[in-house]
């Protein structure tokens, strides 16, 4: 996104004219950018080739998928509705991992139908569940163990993953157990050693220290693993002058580790591919002055962009024209849900604003659309897919007759 003649742009189009011609709320996607995250994060770990699995849950469009999936990624998935959806994209099975804690007898004899090529188990019933089903078709399936490395990735509680309090993975004395049991199974074939930290990772160093928790337990197994699934996390930066992760050191410690371990690795990033690809577009439908503040109430509610209600995130707001005026009063942008966390986030020295006004919310390609609901009763915005001077609609604006 740029401003051209005070005008803001997403690739060739401007924000007004996308606005005016699509309604609003409408989520926007920039092909270019997208394309440019894939070329980024092949490029920083092509040392070693990994295998790219996209992050399904970040961006379950399938518009967005099948465009992903020309650039060489396969698929992370932690349900039945996404494996489908990774198939329905075109995703080749040998490309998939199948994550998750809880997954279901249905969910697991589908995996195994489909010949994907991991499914990473997260617990002793699991691993027996799945035993189970591979012994019923006679088929020998190939999995991976997750296990938990006890390692605080330095992030928001509530997407944390990798700490021994967190529901994922196993402890290192479980682990053992397990690989001795698939070892001696004839159903199930151990391929997989997997890990996942947590998510919005922005310092190596908690994956450096994941790096060496995966080698010491390694030291203890009498096993080769033919993958090493390091799981995703990376984070972006969501506000002007934040840090961004140091993918050079993470890759080289990564290096580092293949010295001692001839092992295919794999990414689940999903964030850190379409996160910043994603924009926003609301119109304000009032302003209402409270005290000391203004309360700019948007068409976009938090049906519409969960992450600021749900775990306090903030994503950056830009008025769709400059005009060089500042607001004297501080500005609150909510939405119009009955909720009082049905709000984004309280600025000062904002540009003024008046009602009917178009603005944009960045970075909201990651758990935007794919958390938003029907919440209210309110129909789930429209998607677009923006081309340099092009736009194609990925997903039609709901209505409210197809859901009432």
């Known amino acids: 996104m740029r401003y ?108 195994i139908n489909k010949n994907i090529l991991l499914i990473n188990a997260e617990s002793e019933s699991e691993i027996k569940q799945i035993e189970k089903i591979a012994k019923s078709k006679n088929k020998r399936v190939q999995i991976g163990i997750r296990l938990n490395p006890n390692t605080d990735a330095k992030t928001l509680s509530q997407i944390s993953t990798g700490k021994k309090e967190n529901k994922f993975g196993v402890n290192n004395k479980t682990f053992i157990k397990l690989v001795n049991f698939c070892k001696r199974s004839k159903n199930i074939y151990l391929k997989c050693l997997s890990v996942h930290i947590g998510s919005q990772i922005l310092d190596f160093k908690p994956y450096e220290k994941m790096l060496k928790e995966i080698s010491k337990i390694l030291e203890k197994v009498d096993h080769k693993f033919e993958f090493i699934d390091l799981g995703g996390g990376m984070g972006i930066s969501y506000d002007t002058g934040q840090k961004k992760l140091n993918y050079n050191k993470y890759s080289k410690a990564i290096k580092k580790f293949l010295k001692n371990y001839k092992s295919k690795i794999i990414f689940e990033p999903g964030r850190s591919i379409i996160g910043n690809t994603g924009t926003l577009i609301c119109k304000i439908t009032y302003i209402k002055k409270n005290g000391k503040k203004d309360f700019i109430i948007l068409d976009a509610a938090m049906n519409d962009l969960m992450r ?33 966390t049905d709000k984004f986030t309280t600025l000062n020295n904002f540009q003024e604003l008046k009602e009917k006004d178009f603005i944009v919310m960045c970075d909201v390609g990651a758990y935007g659309m794919s958390l938003s609901s029907n919440y209210n009763l309110r129909p789930k915005p429209v998607e677009l897919l923006i081309k340099g001077s092009k736009i194609k609609i990925i997903k039609k604006r709901q209505k409210l007759k197809d859901f009432i």
């Open 4 to 111: 051209i003649n005070k005008k803001l742009t997403i690739e060739n189009i401007s924000v007004e004219n996308i606005a005016k011609k699509y309604g609003t709320p409408t989520y926007c996607y920039s092909y270019d950018r997208l394309k440019e995250n894939i070329n980024n994060f092949k490029k920083n770990f092509k040392s070693f080739s990994p295998l790219i699995c996209f992050a399904i849950k970040s961006n379950t469009n399938t518009n967005l998928i099948r465009v992903i999936k020309k650039f060489g990624l396969g698929a992370d998935v932690v349900s039945m509705g996404e494996l489908m959806m990774a198939v329905k994209a075109g995703i080749n099975p040998k490309k998939i991992v199948f994550s998750g804690v809880g997954k279901t007898f249905e969910e697991i004899n589908y995996a």
């Open 308 to 340: 600021p209600a749900l775990y306090g995130a903030v994503h950056k707001i830009l008025p769709s024209i400059k005009s060089g005026k500042i607001s004297k009063r501080p500005y609150e942008f909510v939405g119009p849900i009955c909720e009082s």
